[in-house]
């Protein structure tokens, strides 16, 4: 009784999966886009820069994918709507071959209930990477929903390049200026850096990683374990894996670049002459990926008259086209309820570097600066 009780329940399994077209697809699967560094093995897409995110599009009543984590990382994700400051939920990956359940028909249910008609219309799903390189790399192995995949939205026109630290990483985004840095408070969607992308419906690929600087990391020694290294990986954690601009079919039309801080964190400094020469360097790293005009806007920190000075001769000295300088006044944010974690700018901080930034770049590129709220 109890073996035709299971074969009776395989069966009706399988025929609502014939019935509502089940489908699982593969992380690299061609109607998955994702923006940012990723690896592709094995049908499987791999990454670990922070911002990273991936758009896909399904219709049925519920959506679901397979991942890994090396340690434990938090997503930002989005249904049927594009990425703004609040995201619809947040979720942890971690450990290996999870399977997550990303809405499930209860929650779609809920969600749209009696509108028949949009619970049963295509939807699309944006997953944000909110935390760093440091904090793991992420394999995502699989996609499944009961229903069918479409195809995701395409790459949008525009693509900013942002290199940085953990201000452009989101460190302490989300907590309180009374409290510590934690994984679950950092968020680089709530960034200067993803708010002037949104602003000019831009894409952004980030390069950062928090306490890096051009030449001493924070409260480190001289070292070439710096962003200009990192710059040249696929994973800013694994130094074996180069990344190849050239292959890459989503490419930035802008680079901006806001480090500096830790090069001058506890009170000391790097000579001038190292400083320049690196960050010089790392100027022509970009150079090569995408061309002798590929513009680049060099931001100074707030922090040190000397960044300011360093950064604006390596801008004046390195002999490249189109290469811009903005350094930013300490009177851009304020120091109380202006910041998050550990001295780090909140949201609200954020946002007041986003509308300092968002002139420059519109300026640079010709993008129309329109009236619309920064956010």
Same mark, same amino acid.
């Given at each position: ?23 699982? *697809? ?25 911002? %990273? ?31 703004? /400051? ?8 971690? /450990? ?58 395409? #790459? ?17 985004? /989300? ?7 934690? #994984?679950?408070? /950092? ?33 480190? #020694? ?18 074996? %894996? ?11 039309? *802008? ?26 360097? @790392?100027?022509?790293? %970009? ?38 300088? @903005?350094?930013?006044?300490? *009177? ?20 007041? %570097? ?22």
């Amino acid at each position: 009784m109890i073996k035709r009780t299971l074969i009776a329940l395989l069966l009706a399994s399988m025929a609502f999966c014939l019935d509502a077209r089940c489908e699982t *697809i593969s992380g690299s699967d061609s109607r998955i886009t994702y923006i940012g560094r990723t690896l592709v093995k094995s049908g499987s897409v791999s990454f670990d820069w922070t911002g %990273i995110y991936l758009r896909v599009r399904f219709q049925g009543n519920s959506l679901s994918f397979k991942v890994s984590d090396s340690n434990k990382n938090y997503y930002n994700v989005w249904l049927d709507s594009p990425m703004s /400051e609040k995201a619809d939920k947040v979720i942890a990956v971690h /450990e290996s071959d999870s399977t997550i359940i990303l809405f499930s028909s209860e929650e779609l249910k809920a969600r749209f209930g009696k509108d028949r008609k949009a619970m049963r219309a295509p939807h699309q799903v944006i997953i944000q990477k909110r935390t760093e390189g440091s904090q793991g790399t992420t394999t995502i192995h699989e996609f499944s929903t009961d229903g069918t995949f479409l195809q995701a939205d395409a #790459p949008k026109d525009r693509v900013i390049e942002f290199i940085g630290d953990s201000y452009t990483c989101g460190y302490g985004t /989300e907590a309180s200026n009374k409290e510590r840095f934690s #994984p679950e408070t /950092e968020n680089q969607n709530l960034t200067y850096a993803c708010e002037s992308a949104r602003f000019f419906g831009a894409e952004q690929i980030v390069l950062a990683h928090s306490g890096m600087g051009i030449c001493r990391n924070y409260n480190g #020694p001289l070292t070439e374990d710096n962003i200009v290294e990192h710059y040249l990986r696929t994973f800013d954690k694994d130094p074996e %894996i180069a990344w190849d601009a050239h292959a890459c079919a989503v490419k930035p039309d *802008i680079t901006v670049i806001y480090v500096g801080t830790n090069d001058f964190s506890r009170n000391m400094q790097p000579s001038e002459r190292k400083f320049v020469a690196n960050y010089i360097s @790392l100027l022509e790293e %970009i150079k090569a990926n995408y061309g002798d005009n590929h513009p680049i806007l060099c931001i100074s920190p707030k922090h040190d008259f000397l960044q300011v000075t360093y950064i604006r001769k390596a801008v004046e000295t390195c002999g490249l086209a189109n290469v811009h300088f @903005l350094g930013l006044s300490k *009177i851009v944010h304020n120091e109380v309820s202006d910041l998050g974690a550990d001295g780090h700018p909140n949201y609200n901080g954020h946002t007041k %570097i986003a509308y300092t930034v968002i002139p420059c770049i519109s300026t640079i590129m010709g993008w129309e600066m329109t009236h619309s709220e920064i956010k």
